[in-house]
RNA sequence: GUCCCGUUCAUCUAGAGGCCUAGGAUAUCGCCCUUUCACGGCGAGUACAGGGGUUCGACUCCCCUACGGGACGCCA
């Protein structure tokens, strides 16, 4: 039996990490069985859901690059398919017409609050005989004896008694089927062999079971994995900043990293806390994953977020990058290349969108000081080392970082100066302030004219402020 | 309210009865490296929710309590 996962979000909204993570471990699974993951789009709400979520989804997945083998499919397409199940299930005699009005369901539930028993319909319509023209949803007989027991891959056994549920409308009066009746259908005709889905399900779960039972069929395996939570402990939400997976794009983190923080939630391997996307396949097991649910940490994300900004190959991070340079207002097409200034400033980037701040210096006309550090480097006192650097940098004809590098340092022993009193001025004039790597480095891949430009800027700026 | 599920450092987690003086990672702090900022290296503090059992022995098994989450819809 080959094994088939899906993932199958409703079109209401973005893809959130909560989402991204449940459908990060129905990938992994599917791809470390060598199975087929399908996408399938649960549109059956006509109100809330729209095309411009379902892009998004898409959007969101093609992004983090969870490629789905089948699909999408859309159960708006297949109401047919619900319908005849639905019309077998009543010519069976397993659902039946309600009419109660919401008034009398409304009461009823009221009651049930008030004596302390859990809401559920009281299955007043079942043997009524409500005629099929009148307005009526259709209810499923739900067996009202017994437990419903399954092995859920990350719960272990969970056990329900049918004696808590109650006969679900699988059918509107608008004629639209519902939710519990078109996953059942859909995952039984996908042939889904293992549903791993949010564990906001799990108590849906005995409900599908019992249809899929009546249908003559058997139910998959099923592995609910927990939610994410906010920093606080409290259900992930807008307020706690991101939750679209494709605000983590616009906020300069690399796939890889979100991946590897999302698959490290809830789940772990030993003491290991980078794993590629081949390791995961690898190494994921469903049934490893916790029950808990887990917070998300932003911190943690940013550690790993860098890690791969600084361990990623330069050239690929400069092509993720160049659109957030271009923000900035900065060509990196013009020299220096791009990788080159990457490899150099990766290591203090904790994001894309700070990599491109420390990149676009080397790619202005002119760059502007911070006042403080202005202030601290550029005194009269910098003039003289400023001016001999200046003038062996236009004298040197072979641009090298080991010739740079004996500019600087021959400066600062001629002038009987501590390597500090030379450099740090000198860095202030060509960066600006902000960080980069060694000194030559620097300046080699500023380059020449911009280099004595600058520090001329520099000097200029000092005999302004006397 | 009823049902279901969960609970190890601030956070993510390791732990399958003795390996636990509870390990790793992030964050924090300190030291080292260093022409800046980082990176890197080394180190520090911080946790088994509480109470009862079972056992020679419990973070690990059982029960109760507390707390947290989910579900209870003509939403999915």
């Not at 806390?273 to 081949?278: A, H, K, L, N, V």
């Not at 480097?377 to 590098?405: C, F, G, M, R, Y």
Request: aromatic share 8%; glycine share 8%.
């Amino acid at each position: 039996m080959t094994v088939r996962t899906r993932f199958a979000p409703s079109p209401t909204g973005y893809l959130h990490v909560g989402g991204a993570r449940t459908a990060l471990f129905s990938w992994l699974y599917a791809r470390k069985h060598g199975g087929k993951f399908v996408l399938r789009i649960e549109d059956t709400d006509l109100e809330r859901s729209t095309t411009e979520s379902v892009n998004a989804i898409l959007e969101g997945m093609t992004w983090l690059g969870l490629e789905y083998d089948e699909g999408p499919f859309y159960q708006t397409h297949r109401f047919d398919r619900y319908n005849e199940v639905i019309d077998q299930f009543l010519e069976a005699g397993k659902a039946y017409r309600c009419n109660c009005p919401k008034e009398r369901l409304d009461k009823l539930r009221e009651e049930q609050m008030a004596n302390k028993q859990k809401p559920r319909y009281d299955g007043h319509c079942r043997g009524q005989h409500v005629a099929p023209d009148e307005p009526h949803v259709i209810r499923f007989i739900n067996p009202q004896e017994g437990t419903v027991v399954f092995e859920d891959m990350v719960r272990g056994k969970v056990a329900f008694q049918n004696s808590e549920l109650d006969d679900l409308i699988i059918r509107r009066t608008d004629g639209s089927p519902t939710y519990n009746l078109t996953v059942v259908i859909d995952d039984l005709d996908m042939q889904i062999t293992h549903v791993i889905r949010g564990d906001d399900h799990l108590n849906n779960t005995p409900r599908q079971i019992n249809i899929l039972k009546a249908m003559g069929a058997e139910p998959p395996r099923y592995g609910h994995v927990p939610m994410i939570l906010g920093d606080d402990g409290a259900r992930l939400s807008k307020r706690h900043g991101a939750v679209s997976v494709m605000q983590y794009h616009h906020e300069g983190y690399l796939p890889e990293a979100l991946l590897n923080y999302l698959v490290r939630l809830g789940w772990s391997h030993g003491d290991q806390e980078i794993f590629s996307i081949d390791e995961m396949v690898e190494l994921f097991d469903i049934e490893d994953v916790n029950k808990a649910p887990s917070a998300f940490n932003t911190e943690k994300l940013l550690w790993l977020n860098q890690h791969y900004i600084k361990s990623d190959d330069p050239a690929r991070v400069a092509r993720l990058l160049s659109p957030h340079m271009g923000e900035l207002g900065v060509d990196p097409a013009e020299p220096p290349e791009l990788k080159d200034v990457v490899a150099m400033q990766a290591d203090r980037a904790k994001s894309l969108l700070d990599l491109a701040v420390l990149c676009a210096v080397f790619y202005k006309d002119e760059i502007e000081y911070s006042e403080k550090g202005a202030k601290k480097n550029l005194k009269t006192a910098v003039v003289e080392p400023l001016n001999k650097v200046k003038e062996k940098i236009a004298a040197l004809e072979d641009w090298s970082q080991e010739n740079l590098h004996a500019i600087i340092h021959g400066t600062a022993e001629e002038l009987d100066l501590k390597m500090g009193k030379v450099g740090m001025p000198l860095r202030f004039a060509i960066t600006g302030g902000i960080a980069s790597g060694d000194l030559d480095h620097t300046l080699y891949l500023t380059g020449k004219e911009a280099c004595i430009k600058r520090i001329d800027r520099a000097l200029e700026y000092i005999q302004q402020q006397g």
